[in-house]
T-cell receptor, first 113, second 114 residues
Framework: EAQVTQNPRYLITVTGKKLTVTCSQNMNHEYMSWYRQDPGLGLRQIYYSMNVEVTDKGDVPEGYKVSRKEKRNFPLILESPSPNQTSLYFC????????????FGDGTRLSIL | GQQLNQSPQSMFIQEGEDVSMNCTSSSIFNTWLWYKQDPGEGPVLLIALYKAGELTSNGRLTAQFGITRKDSFLNISASIPSDVGIYFCAGQLDGGTSYGKLTFGQGTILTVHP
């Protein structure tokens, strides 16, 4: 089954403790992206990757890092999480062709205390 | 960054009614997308629009890509309880350094009363 898998689905942690949210897709997609969703703000793009070793900033990259060492994985790293990063995070992937839509994972809810 | 204004923010309707929501942008997009999000899940694509003026249907859903490329609307006819959810518009520029950046509207929360 074609899917985008995020882990963990839920995480409560404390300020300053480094964390990584993993994202993996099994569709051999070139394009992957991370979003955060906050009430009243919709989804905002954090980082995206057009292919292996190619990453670009989205609209809200501050406080986040990503890496794309292999095609199927695109982890989101919070080196020093802060409470304003408490949010619902989604990973998405697509083939990268201009007319192919993004497929989203089921989300990761992060709470930073 | 670019801004998308989606309206209305929420709608409460009776089953069987038609629904209309729209998105406007201060900038042009080359692709407009409409997504639906059910509780606890990620957004799922409903309709994709690739040409200015394009009108596309998917069952009871109809969406149009505005001729100015700065707006789009989504209509749902004869709503049913399973239409409940959050609907998002999204705009994308294709090509060059802008490809890959997707901008979402704030979402429309739809509630359907049986």
């Amino acid at each position: 089954e074609a899917q985008v898998t995020q882990n963990p689905r839920y995480l409560i942690t404390v300020t300053g403790k480094k964390l990584t949210v993993t994202c993996s897709q099994n569709m051999n997609h070139e394009y992957m992206s991370w979003y955060r969703q906050d009430p009243g703000l919709g989804l905002r793009q954090i980082y995206y990757s057009m292919n292996v070793e190619v990453t670009d900033k989205g609209d809200v990259p501050e406080g986040y890092k990503v890496s794309r060492k292999e095609k199927r994985n695109f982890p989101l790293i919070l080196e020093s999480p802060s409470p304003n990063q408490t949010s619902l995070y989604f990973c998405a992937s697509s083939s990268g062709q201009w007319n192919q839509p993004q497929h989203f994972g089921d989300g990761t809810r992060l709470s930073i205390l | 960054g670019q801004q998308l204004n989606q309206s209305p923010q929420s709608m409460f309707i009776q089953e069987g009614e038609d629904v209309s929501m729209n998105c406007t942008s201060s900038s042009i997009f080359n692709t407009w997308l409409w997504y639906k999000q059910d509780p606890g899940e990620g957004p799922v694509l409903l309709i994709a629009l690739y040409k200015a003026g394009e009108l596309t249907s998917n069952g009871r859903l109809t969406a149009q890509f505005g001729i100015t490329r700065k707006d789009s609307f989504l209509n749902i006819s004869a709503s049913i309880p399973s239409d409940v959810g959050i609907y998002f518009c999204a705009g994308q520029l294709d090509g060059g350094t802008s490809y890959g950046k997707l901008t979402f509207g704030q979402g429309t929360i739809l509630t359907v009363h049986p």
